[in-house]
């Protein structure tokens, strides 16, 4: 009986304690805007295209492929790089634009006293 008894209170002990670890935990992370991941995306696919870029000049020094090809595909994949780059500056450019607005709607918020509800 009385081992019983320490089962149960044994048990209680270990159910209190590891109780903490078995709730569900809640991050306070502000969520990233479309732009930002749009961002991430077209760095990941201009990081390929730069990888790319060194793979076919070792090919070409290791005399794999041809000048001919060689020179396509450079010109192919810096070119992609290129427009990859104007994407993402125009998209930081509209990222910068929408935190300026927000910076200023919330310095008009506190000036005038208004509460945000």
Known sequence: MM???L????????F?????LMQERFAW????????EEIQVLEAEKKIYLKAL???DFEH???KINSDDFEDL???????????????EE?????REDAQYSDEDERAVEENGYDEE
Not at 7 to 13: D, R, S, T
Not at 16 to 20: D, I
Not at 91 to 95: C, G, P, S
């Open 74 to 88: 450079k010109t192919h994949y810096r070119t992609k790089v290129a427009h990859l780059m104007e994407s993402i």
């Open 29 to 36: 992370v502000e969520e990233e805007s479309e732009l930002v």
């Open 91 to 95: 998209l930081e450019d509209k990222e």
């Open 54 to 56: 060194k793979d076919i």
């Open 61 to 63: 020094a290791s005399e």
């Open 7 to 14: 089962v149960i209170v044994g048990l209680a002990a270990l």
């Open 3 to 5: 081992t019983l008894a």
């Open 16 to 20: 209190y304690a590891l109780e903490p």
